[in-house]
């Protein structure tokens, strides 16, 4: 009798332990994690956002993570949670070593939404065309659950007042707030163009009085930026003050929008 109930005894086991791997593999839960690709000045400040998706409902209490870059270029000085999904956990803590900053935070309430979940602030010190790899050298939410799949992203260092373009293909006109802001020397606005359109950026004080041309130009669709570095079109630097940069696109000028920018000195 002994022998005739081991193969049904096997036969039961041999399914719980399937469907346990099944469930645990197909429904592992997963986050992404992205550093985009941007461009800076030569001495200037530039805040890079940590983006990641959806993560209501995943559980998410804490996080650490580690990004490397070459700190020949350009120099970690901090975190800020601004506009962050991670603002009510406060402000990270955070550790520069050589070329890498560590990041940590936790909050007693989890994460929810998608966007930003924090910025990492850079000094650029490299020269015009030096290129730097931001990159996850490692990425852990709570203590493992959910797994982090990540994407890295390109520094480029461009000439100061210039426009720099990126193919893509858009679902809709966006224009993303200035990093840094407040500024100084130089502040950089991204937008993306659904067509090929004219497209005009200009900067003004708080008084409305007209203080340079950033671009009037036409660009193809895709992703761009534009660079104020702070001078007015004398090219004299502006003193410390409120400013506003408005982009205008259309030939008849279908869409307009001003951001409001702090400049420092």
């Not at 975190?79 to 550790?95: K, R």
């Not at 799949?149 to 461009?158: A, C, K, P, Q, R």
Request: glycine share 8%.
């Amino acid at each position: 009798m002994a022998k005739k109930s081991i193969k049904p005894l096997l036969y039961i086991l041999i399914t719980c332990v399937f469907c346990f791997i099944i469930n645990h593999t197909s429904y592992a839960q997963t986050v992404e994690v992205t550093l985009p690709d941007t461009t800076g000045v030569e001495g200037s400040t530039i805040s890079i956002p940590v983006r990641c998706n959806d993560v209501t409902a995943l559980g998410v209490y804490a996080y650490g993570l580690k990004v490397a870059y070459d700190q020949n270029i350009i120099t970690a000085t901090g975190v800020t949670v601004e506009e962050a999904i991670s603002l009510p956990w406060g402000t990270p803590t955070f550790n520069v070593e050589d070329g890498v900053i560590i990041v940590a935070a936790a909050g007693s309430e989890p994460l929810s939404g998608e966007g930003i979940l924090f910025f990492v602030n850079f000094i650029i010190n490299g020269a015009v065309g030096n290129n730097s790899i931001i990159q996850f050298a490692d990425v852990l939410f709570n203590e493992g659950d959910p797994i982090a799949v990540t994407s890295d992203g390109n520094l480029e260092i461009i000439p100061p007042t210039s426009i720099k373009s990126e193919p893509l293909i858009p679902k809709s006109f966006n224009i993303s707030p200035a990093y840094p802001n407040p500024f100084n020397p130089s502040t950089t606005v991204e937008f993306e163009l659904t067509a090929r359109s004219r497209i005009s950026v200009n900067v003004y004080d708080e008084l409305g009085r007209f203080i340079n041309s950033l671009a009037d130009e036409y660009l193809d669709m895709g992703r761009h930026y534009v660079t104020w570095d702070g001078y007015d079109q004398s090219h004299r630097e502006v003193s410390s003050g409120i400013y506003f940069i408005r982009i205008s696109t259309g030939k008849k000028i279908t869409t307009i929008t001003t951001l409001k920018v702090v400049k420092l000195n």
